[in-house]
């Protein structure tokens, strides 16, 4: 009897109903007058019912199989956490770089062909050309791509990484960053700074001539800087500066001051004359995001020692090369997972739209991957001013970005967050099924070759990358 007097007293009072999933039965509940609060929920995966099993088997941490997984994902995340990244060098990538000959280009994201190529892209490859005398026009350096006379290979695949196109070529001087605790190493080109620069695909005069006096001037002045201190501790530098305002991606304006303060003293005292040192002085000091290379080489050699780990999921890399987005996961090691670009949403400078923008690109979305950037946003609340939103907005992506990491970084506290550690270490199986997807904060470039930056904005990987990555995995697992 209580059970029907319950249910009456159900049935004549005034509902309100959740709808999850298809919006016809909420649409249906309103024209009857009846309170509807829609739940936006889609099956994972797209509604595949096999791979769907196959990611709650993964899930599942009672089970022989999830249990596998989840010490698989606990050693990978160990040795990322574990990576103690330290600048040891700047060579000619020729000369540290595993296979670049005089003929090879390495470009970011996953591979691509020329004839496939985004326009910033084709800019550098271009601009890189006649900067190592290959080809004395932009003309004559598309017919050597044309004819297959040039190697363009991805960066990741041989330890190097750059920001935006990331071409880097054999003469250009890189940073040699070695890992203290696995002994690898990573590689990445100098920063240019902002306006005209290669990285966006512009390769006018001033850009060849800053290249040069990269090549002569900064490269063997930071070189014999570093050496003479045997080293500068990475791990350290970003950790101060995501206390000082930084998330070391697209600000870093901390964390170069901080670098600044330890090459200072050996540069004063170097052997270069003293003219050429106050270039390299004046040039550091209008540069803000010179420590952006840093902060990806550190992160590059730090998810390089994750990677490998049978049965893990966390992810190790997420490019683009302007055409795809690419993701690696260390269960399956070095093969990619791609899908088309997205557009990024963002600021523009004056002038310019969305009209002009090519789609997203760089390789800078490793510090993403490592957990700092977009992931730490909420370390930079001045970063909103570049790539839009509010404090409250950089607050919000930290804190979604738990829900899809495996670890709060202890290395990397969060003053507005109660000095909680970053979000570290991304789970394919979480971001599959949660559909919550990484956020990356990012420059936008000009579609077209030759002409740069256009502004900055915010953008997250294509969920097919995903889909692919727990495909693959499943496979990997025996589970389909």
């Not at 919006?23 to 769907?52: C, I, K």
């Not at 000369?95 to 190529?117: D, I, K, Y």
């Not at 054999?170 to 605790?181: K, L």
């Not at 350290?236 to 330890?262: I, K, P, W, Y």
């Amino acid at each position: 009897m209580t059970e029907i007097s319950e249910l009456n007293g159900l049935l004549g009072s005034r509902l309100s109903v959740a709808n999850v999933g298809v919006p016809f039965f909420a649409e249906e509940l309103a024209t009857q007058g009846v309170e509807v609060s829609p739940v936006d929920w889609a099956p994972p995966l797209g509604g595949d019912a096999g791979l769907g099993w196959a990611l709650a088997r993964m899930l599942d941490g009672g089970s022989e199989l999830g249990r596998r997984v989840e010490e698989a994902n606990e050693q990978a995340l160990q040795r990322l956490l574990a990576a103690d990244p330290v600048w040891v060098d700047v060579r000619p990538a020729g000369e540290v770089v595993p296979g670049v000959t005089q003929r090879t280009l390495l470009h970011a994201g996953p591979p691509v062909a020329w004839s496939e190529m985004a326009g910033p892209m084709r800019g550098a490859v271009i601009g890189a050309l006649i900067y190592e005398g290959l080809a004395q026009d932009p003309e004559q350096a598309v017919d050597l791509c044309e004819r297959d006379e040039v190697e363009l290979v991805s960066g990741h695949s041989v330890g190097a990484i750059g920001p935006m196109a990331g071409v880097i070529s054999a003469s250009m001087p890189v940073i040699v960053v070695e890992d203290r605790a696995s002994g690898g190493r990573a590689f990445s080109n100098l920063n240019e700074g902002l306006g005209s620069v290669l990285r966006f695909g512009s390769y006018s005069e001033e850009v060849l001539n800053r290249l040069e006096w990269m090549r002569g001037v900064l490269g063997p002045a930071l070189s014999e800087a570093v050496r003479s201190l045997d080293g500068i501790g990475l791990k350290n530098v970003t950790a101060q500066a995501l206390q000082m305002g930084d998330e070391c991606h697209n600000r870093n304006t901390a964390a170069t001051s901080l670098l600044f303060r330890r090459l200072a003293p050996q540069l004063s005292a170097s052997s270069m004359e003293g003219a050429r040192i106050s270039e390299v002085f004046d040039f550091l000091a209008g540069n803000d995001h010179f420590y952006l290379n840093f902060s990806m080489a550190a992160a590059k050699v730090g998810l390089d020692a994750a990677s490998g780990v049978p049965g893990s999921t966390m992810v190790t890399a997420m490019s683009r090369n302007g055409v795809e987005f690419g993701l690696k996961v260390s269960g399956t090691g070095d093969r990619w997972y791609t899908a088309p670009a997205e557009r990024i949403d963002g600021l523009f400078f004056p002038g310019y739209s969305a009209d002009d923008a090519a789609l997203d690109i760089g390789d800078s979305s490793i510090t993403e991957t490592s957990g700092i950037g977009g992931f730490a946003m909420a370390a930079a609340p001045a970063i909103v001013q570049f790539v839009g939103g509010t404090a409250e907005t950089a607050l919000a992506y930290t804190r979604r970005m738990y829900e899809v990491t495996l670890a709060k970084n202890p290395s990397f506290a969060i003053p507005s967050l109660f000095f909680a550690g970053a979000p570290t270490g991304i789970d394919v199986r979480l971001v599959a099924d949660s559909g919550t997807l990484p956020i990356i904060n990012t420059g936008i470039a000009h579609r077209e070759p030759g002409i740069g930056q256009i502004g900055a904005g915010v953008v997250s990987p294509p969920a097919e990358c995903f889909e692919k990555a727990i495909a693959a995995l499943a496979r990997e697992l025996e589970l389909v």
